[in-house]
C-alpha cells in the first residue's frame, strides 16, 4: 500500500512540473482506490484463508489497470518510433 501511495504521488508530481500523462494520475488513484477496498474487504478476516470476493474483484481490477496503462505506454512507444 504506501509503495502504491508514493508511486501515485510521484506520478502527481511529474504531471504538475507538466512531465507526466494525465492518464498515468488518473490510473494510479484508480489503482489506490482499489487497493484500499481490497485491503478494507480483507481486514476482518486476516486469520481466515478465504479472501473476500470484493477483495479479489478489486485485486483483478487494479491488475487491469496496469495492463491499460501498459498498453498506452506501448502505443505511446510505437507512435514515437513511427514518426522517426
Not at 19 to 41: F, Q
Not at 42 to 51: E, K, L, Q
Request: hydrophobic share 60%; glycine share 8%.
Amino acid at each position: 500500500m504506501p509503495v502504491t501511495a508514493i508511486a501515485g504521488l510521484s506520478s502527481v508530481a511529474e504531471r504538475l512540473d507538466g512531465k507526466g500523462e494525465p492518464a498515468l494520475v488518473y490510473g494510479w488513484a484508480v489503482v489506490l482506490a482499489l487497493l484500499l477496498v481490497a485491503t478494507g474487504a480483507r481486514a476482518p478476516s486476516v486469520g481466515d484463508a478465504s479472501v473476500p470476493a470484493v477483495a479479489r474483484s478489486a485485486l483483478i481490477a487494479c491488475v487491469l489497470v496496469f495492463c491499460l496503462q501498459a498498453l498506452a505506454a506501448l502505443a505511446a512507444e510505437l507512435r514515437a518510433g513511427s514518426s522517426k
